[in-house]
């Protein structure tokens, strides 16, 4: 079965230091890929996402997340946190499930930046 | 980019009656909407596919006497609530998915309050 593993919980960072947050996935074929954060009381919003080709993803504000089939990992980075990052971080993977695509989120991260 | 509008934000009824809620792609055709439901401090749990023109397809465990999903044109899909109680109290999300580019944008949530 499809599944989406978040190790970390919850991590706290200080503004300007590098942030790596971690993401691992099962699934049976080459998945798709996704980043996306949640600020409190909101809807999600695209951060990055993987198809294919390149496995070194680039996305807005300024984070990265690169895909890594022989660890089944797809981690988010940012090299320097601001306070506005401060929020949740969901990893999802795209299956399929029948004729539809459906996405499956893993447990989510929340990130706290300290001054 | 892809936008997706859902109303209302904000929702309070009281036990016994039932709420309806709008998920719109704005500048896109959505043959696939999803809704999830989002417990605080947890990940989306996917409820239902809604497919324009046919049925849902409910997740398992979800009732779908409880959660009407009607889903009656390329751009509107709705979620009835019926019969709501205070459990049901929760923050419900849509998703679209993209044309073409395997892509899912969604829609800012809806805080229901059973009282």
């Known amino acids: 079965a499809q599944s989406v593993t978040q190790p970390d919980i919850h991590i706290t960072v200080s503004e300007g230091a590098s942030l790596e947050l971690r993401c691992n996935y099962s699934?049976?074929?080459?998945?798709?890929l996704f980043w996306y954060v949640q600020s409190p009381g909101q809807g999600l919003q695209l951060l990055l996402k993987?198809?294919?080709?390149?496995?070194l993803v680039q996305g807005i504000k300024g984070f990265e997340a690169e895909f890594k089939r022989s660890q089944s990992s797809f981690n988010l980075r940012k090299p320097s946190v601001h306070w506005s990052d401060a929020a949740e971080y969901f990893c999802?993977?795209?299956?399929?499930?029948?004729?539809?695509?459906?996405?499956?989120f893993g447990t989510g991260t929340l990130l706290a930046v300290q001054p | 980019g892809a936008v997706v509008s859902q109303h209302p934000s904000r929702v309070i009824c009281k036990s016994g009656t039932s709420v309806k809620i709008e998920c719109r792609s704005l500048?896109?055709?959505?043959?696939?909407m999803f809704w999830y439901r989002q417990f605080p401090k947890q990940s989306l749990m996917l409820m239902a596919t809604?497919?324009?023109?046919?049925?849902?397809?409910?997740e398992q465990g979800v009732e779908k006497d409880k959660f009407l999903i009607n889903h009656a044109s390329l751009t509107l899909s709705t979620l009835t609530v019926t019969s709501a109680h205070p459990e049901d109290s929760s923050f419900y999300i849509c998703?679209?998915?993209?044309?073409?580019?395997?892509?899912?944008?969604f829609g800012s949530g809806t805080r229901l309050t059973v009282v």
């Open positions: 998703s679209a998915r993209e044309p073409g580019d395997y892509g899912y944008t």
């Open positions: 699934y049976g074929a080459t998945p798709y």
């Open positions: 993987y198809f294919s080709g390149d496995t």
């Open positions: 999802a993977v795209g299956a399929r499930s029948g004729a539809t695509n459906k996405l499956i």
């Open positions: 500048d896109f055709q959505a043959t696939t």
């Open positions: 809604s497919n324009e023109g046919s049925k849902a397809t409910y």
